[in-house]
C-alpha cells in the first residue's frame, strides 16, 4: 500500500525534463504525451497492452485510469524500484535541473498563434477529388457513409487517403486533416495537427445539450447521419482541454469507447473529467467500433443511452 503521508509530488514544481528522466530510470517508458502529462504504464496493478496512467510533467503526479491509483513522483519511483522514500528523494533530487520560475510564469502567460489555417483551396481540391474518384467513393459506402458535403471529405489520389478536414472549437479555422488508406488501415495526420485543442464535429453539435463521443472521424459522423450529436477525440487518448471543451457545451456526455483496452481507458478517463455528467456506452463484444454497427443498431444505441451502461443486444 502507498504511504498516503507523502505527496511533495503534487506540489513541487519540476522541469518536465527532470520528471521524464525520472520515469525512465525508475524503469519505465513513455509511450506519449497529452497536454501537461506523460503516458505510462500502470505499476500498481496489471497493465501490459496499453498505458493507463498519466505523470504531470510539473508536479510529478502520477493517476491511473484504470486502477485510479494517485500517487507522488516519490511512490511511483519507489514503487517502479523498490526503493525507499531517502532513495526515491535522492534520485529525484539528482537529476533535477534548474526552473526559473519567471520564465515559467511568462511561458503560462505568452500569447501564442494557437491554431495555423489551411485555406479552402486546399479542402475543395481535396473534396472534389473525392467526388470524382469512384474508388474513394466505394470506399466509404462501404464504411456507410453517405454524407460527403457536410464534412468536406476528400481524396488523396498520391496517397491513396480518405481524407477529413479538422477545425476548430469555433468551426471557423481548418487546423489540418486526418487521412485514412483506402487499402489496409494506416492513418497519417497533417503535422503538428492540434489533437489535443479540438473535437471533430464540435462546431456542428456543440447546440445540442447532449454529445456522444467517440474516438474515430468516421464514426462520429457514422452517428451524426443519422441525427446524433457526436463529436471524436481522435485517438484512445483524451486531453484536458478536450474534456473541458465536452464541459463547456453539453450538459450529457455519452461516451463510447472502441471495444478494446485502449477504448475502455478512454471511456474511463472522459467519465472521470466529466463526473455526473458522463454515461459509458459498452458496445457487446461482437462489435469492434461503431463502424461496424448497422443502421438499426445505431438506433438502438440511441434509443437506450439513457440506460447507465447500455449494452445493444445484451
Known sequence: MVNR??????????????VERVIQISG?????????????YCPFHPNFNTPAAEVDKEKGTFFCFA????????????????STLFQALR??????????????????LEVKQEYVSFGDEVIDRLHDQCL?????QQYLKGRGIVDHDTYKLGYSE?????????????????????????????????PKLPKSKILFNLHRVKQSSTAYVVESSFDAIRLH????SAVATLGANVSIKQCDLLLKYFNQVVVIGDNDEAGKMMSSKVLTKVGSRG???????RFKDIGELTTEDIEKLHIRVKDPITLLGG
Open 67 to 82: 486502477c485510479r491509483q494517485v500517487a507522488s513522483l516519490e511512490e511511483y519511483y519507489m514503487k517502479m524500484t523498490g
Open 91 to 108: 534520485v529525484i533530487k539528482s537529476n533535477a535541473t534548474e526552473v526559473d520560475f519567471l520564465a515559467h510564469l511568462d511561458k503560462q
Open 225 to 228: 447521419q443519422q441525427g446524433i
Open 158 to 190: 498520391a496517397q491513396d487517403m480518405v481524407t477529413i478536414p479538422q477545425y476548430d472549437p469555433s468551426g471557423t479555422i481548418c487546423v489540418g486533416f486526418v487521412g485514412r488508406s483506402v487499402e489496409g488501415k494506416e492513418f497519417k495526420n497533417t
Open 28 to 40: 519505465g517508458t513513455i509511450q506519449g504525451e497529452v497536454d501537461t502529462d506523460f503516458i505510462v
Open 5 to 18: 503521508r507523502y505527496r511533495s509530488g503534487q506540489t513541487s514544481l519540476y522541469s518536465s525534463e527532470q
Open 279 to 285: 454515461i459509458i456506452v459498452v458496445l457487446p463484444d
Open 132 to 136: 470524382n474518384s469512384p474508388r474513394a
